[in-house]
């Protein structure tokens, strides 16, 4: 499990009408071309930087994958090794970030599902031309089922394994000191090897475009639209179209207090195939119109900062369809020195599909956690985090609750900058 106190991953406003999470191998070779184009500046005129960092956490837990029959208490050693190698020239960045998270749980049948050594790997590069830039973020992870489908599908009690890529491109153009266009695409993957629950893999693209302008100093206005595709490989060779705007609005009201939204409709059609009596498939298809958006607000005061974030997305889903997920946060966190501080927070994720064939109740998932932790930077390089969580996830047709205790010890070595520089 992740050596964090909270469950609930941080909430941003969708920026895009059609989130994805997941990059079809297929794409690799876009990929190698679109670094290529990024990376044009040598890299042995770049400046370049190496950061490992470690961190070691003890995890208890009553009933670490949510289960309604779960057996016992799990205790657990998390280990997360990773590295960031950044290149830094005038005109462009390159960041890639390998990682492994190493899991040895005991305790419960139920956490013997975590176990293993899971590689994740981050890329993202930036480049900016005259009045023109261009940023490329990839993503790939291997994660248990157990806790990538906690807010999901709610199917953690299986032995799979789950990977999910991600390709993402946008050229930006500022057109004058106020106003900027943008063109953005993507796309993805999800994959799914072991047994033990029929979750679907899917493909999911999307394309999109989007105008800004800084009205003054604390207010920006903007406008984004976007198309996607999701194909689900299944039987029923389920794939869904959707269409969508949103309009944007950040607002600095004062040095103390940030406000900022988007919002707007989508359209959703869908074609999948059923199995006929006589054996054959006949076509299903469907729509419906529905509705996106966003918002966030931050407001500090003295050491305190208190965030509040609320969201209603497409999200693709392990069970092979694209579901709405309304997500709701708030977070505080409070400086109690310049070592040491505490934090609390409290998030709430809905996920329902957009077409509900069987309307039924089990369909939708509802998850909720709140927890509380405290934090102390021991030297420039060493720090540690003490946290308790609560969980609930409904499945529908019952809930099951964990309640948690996690202590993370890190490791951030201090070196000095430029680590090393080839010219």
Known sequence: MPP?????????????????????????????????????????????????????????????????????????????????????????????????????????????????????????????????????????????????????????????????GQLQVEIERQLNIRESVAIRGGAAARRFSGGGSDFVESNNYNLGAGWTRAVNSRTETGIDVGLGLFEADDDTNRRTFSAGTTGRLTYRVNSRLGISGQAGPVFVATNADEVADDGGKNSNNDYAVGFIGGANADYAFGPNVLTLTASQSLTPSAFGDLRYQTRVGLDYLRELNERSGVRAGAGYTRSEPVFNDSEEEEDTRNFFSIGTSYFVSLTEAWSAELGYTFRALDRGDGTATSNGVLFTIKWVPQFTRPQSEFR
């Open 4 to 164: 964090v106190p909270f469950r609930h991953p941080t909430m941003i406003v969708p920026r895009f009408p059609i989130m994805v999470a997941f990059i079809p191998s297929r794409c690799l070779v876009f990929l190698a071309a679109m670094l290529s184009v990024f990376l044009h500046t040598p890299l042995h005129a770049a400046q370049w930087t190496f950061q490992p960092q470690v961190s070691q956490s003890v995890e208890i837990d009553d009933n670490i994958t949510l289960n309604e029959d779960s057996d016992g208490t799990t205790i657990g050693s998390v280990t997360e090794l990773d590295l960031d190698v950044v290149a830094e020239t005038p005109q462009s960045n390159f960041l890639i970030r390998p990682g492994v998270t190493i899991n040895r749980y005991e305790g419960s049948s139920d956490s013997e599902e975590l176990n293993g050594a899971f590689p994740r790997l981050s890329i993202q590069a930036t480049r900016r031309r005259g009045d023109i830039a261009g940023n490329l973020e990839a993503q790939g992870s291997v994660q248990p089922t157990g806790e990538s489908q906690v807010e999901d599908t709610g199917e953690t009690d299986t032995d799979a394994k789950e990977f999910r």
